[in-house]
């Protein structure tokens, strides 16, 4: 039997490039021509941190799993992403906490 030695973490690593929930940007094609165009400028959502090899990637080089409204979900190398503006990070923090408290108060009126 072959073990993975993968890790997938769908929770904040301390010292990993991006947190769980932030939103980025697809920003640059890979060197390697693997990055679907269908991505490239459009903002999403981190998901998850894959470590394929955590001996050598953990925790500052992670694949970051990211999801794009509309498109799907992808592996990203940190440089191939951008940070939302600081701004645009607490608005949508913002936002998702104005969602989940609606959600606790009327949980029948959410979808």
Do not use: H, N
Request: aromatic share 6%.
């Amino acid at each position: 039997m072959i073990q993975d030695p993968s890790l997938i973490l769908l929770e904040d690593v301390e010292g990993a490039p991006v947190r769980i929930g932030e939103t980025v940007k697809i920003v640059s094609a890979s060197s390697d021509g693997t990055l679907s165009q269908l991505f490239l400028g459009r903002t999403g959502v981190v998901v998850s941190l894959v470590f394929d090899d955590p001996a050598v990637q953990y925790p500052e080089d992670p694949l970051i799993q990211v999801r794009v409204d509309g498109v799907g979900e992808d592996l990203f190398f940190p440089e191939e992403l951008e940070l939302a503006p600081e701004w645009a990070r607490r608005r949508i923090s913002e936002l998702r906490q104005t969602v989940r408290d609606a959600e606790r108060r009327d949980p029948e009126r959410v979808p």
